[in-house]
């Protein structure tokens, strides 16, 4: 028994060391294994617990200029874990800033929670890091949020969306990040099969009808609130946005609308289209390849240097052997 233990603590020495290194690649598969993640419930709703997760690097110099980037995962607003990102936290970790996932409360049929209470987890979520930098080892001045498909039209929608807070707030800490990373977010609901979810009810069977698809009035004017695409004005956060063109649930041509109109608003917004690219080409353990993955991975972390949030070379580099086979690949 003491051999093993010894055995366990080499093993999570060497990933935690790995992790720190800074300087030195890192294999994908080595992210899917630890450091452990740490939790933070900080608002219980109801009877749900509202939680962010958190991994800090080993290396203690510039604990307090330490970027903070912020996964929301997605998973159409009704479905997802928080542990997706698990491993996308702990690279950029490993990258000298502190990873964060946000864990929201996700939409329920009976009206319960909303895509507006989404929101407003996400933005009490940046509050409490915000308020609580110091502690966390951040500069509340570095904040970057980064999500996929819905993750992604969240994320989107700190950076532009007024309303929808959370009232137990301090409304004086702003919840709108430093920058922005939308991965096919979606940024216009009321063109969108996913209008939905903003009318609930009966329009989330699993067979709706015609007519309980058909908003009205008020259902069309929140999904207008709730549309990034709809809230651009000027001196809103730099934003990198990627989409894959073979993007058949979130169709890339609302990440092209988005870009064009906060360009024309005055800020600064770059848009990557990726050939030959579907649906959550960021996520592990899904259609994506290990490659796919870290090339999400590494445009990011490049936007990031740039940007003046890390510093150096991308460090990410292929496992070995491919950790997962994507589905619906040929085996």
């Known amino acids: 028994m003491r051999g093993i233990k010894v055995l366990l603590f080499i093993s999570v020495f060497l990933v935690c060391t790995h992790l720190s290194a800074g300087d030195t ?7 899917l294994r630890g450091p452990a993640m740490k939790e933070i419930v900080f608002r219980i709703t109801g009877n749900e617990e509202v939680k962010i997760y958190y991994v800090q690097p080993v290396y203690k110099k510039l604990l307090k200029s330490r970027t903070a980037v912020v996964w929301i995962h997605g998973g159409g607003w009704t479905g997802g874990i928080t542990e997706t990102f698990f ?7 490993s990258r000298g800033a502190v ?4 864990h929201y409360r996700l939409v329920k049929a009976d009206g319960s929670v909303t895509v507006g209470d989404c929101l407003a987890d996400c933005k009490s979520a940046i509050r409490y890091i915000r308020e609580h930098a110091e502690e966390l080892g951040i500069d509340p001045d570095k904040i970057i949020v980064a999500g996929d498909s819905a993750g992604g039209h969240l994320a989107s929608c700190l950076g532009t969306v007024d309303g929808f807070d959370d009232q137990t707030d301090n409304l004086k800490i702003s919840a709108v990040p430093n920058a922005m990373v939308l991965y096919n977010p979606l940024s216009e609901f009321t063109t969108s099969p996913f209008i939905n979810r903003i009318i609930g009810g ?12 058909i908003p009205n009035q008020e259902q069309l004017e929140l999904a207008r609130k ?10 809103q956060p730099p934003t990198l946005v990627l989409h ?6 979130i169709l890339p041509e609302q990440s092209v609308q988005f870009t064009e109109a906060m ?11 990726l050939p030959n690219t579907k649906h959550a080409f960021v996520c592990v353990n899904w259609k994506a390849t290990e490659q796919e993955v870290i090339n999400a991975f590494l445009l990011m972390d490049n936007y990031l240097v740039k ?9 990410l580099v292929p496992s070995k052997n491919p950790v997962w086979i994507p589905i619906g690949a040929a085996k």
């Open 244 to 249: 894959g063109t073979d993007d058949t649930v």
């Open 25 to 31: 690649n890192i294999s994908f598969d080595s992210l």
């Open 202 to 213: 009966a329009a989330l069977d699993k067979k709706p009808t015609a007519e309980s698809l």
């Open 99 to 102: 990873g964060f996932c946000i």
């Open 226 to 235: 709730l549309s990034p695409l709809y809230n651009v004005h000027k001196n």
């Open 87 to 93: 491993p996308h936290a702990r690279y950029f970790a």
């Open 263 to 273: 360009k024309k608003a005055g800020n600064k917004c770059k848009l990557i289209l």
């Open 307 to 315: 940007q003046g949030y890390l510093k150096g070379k991308p460090t």
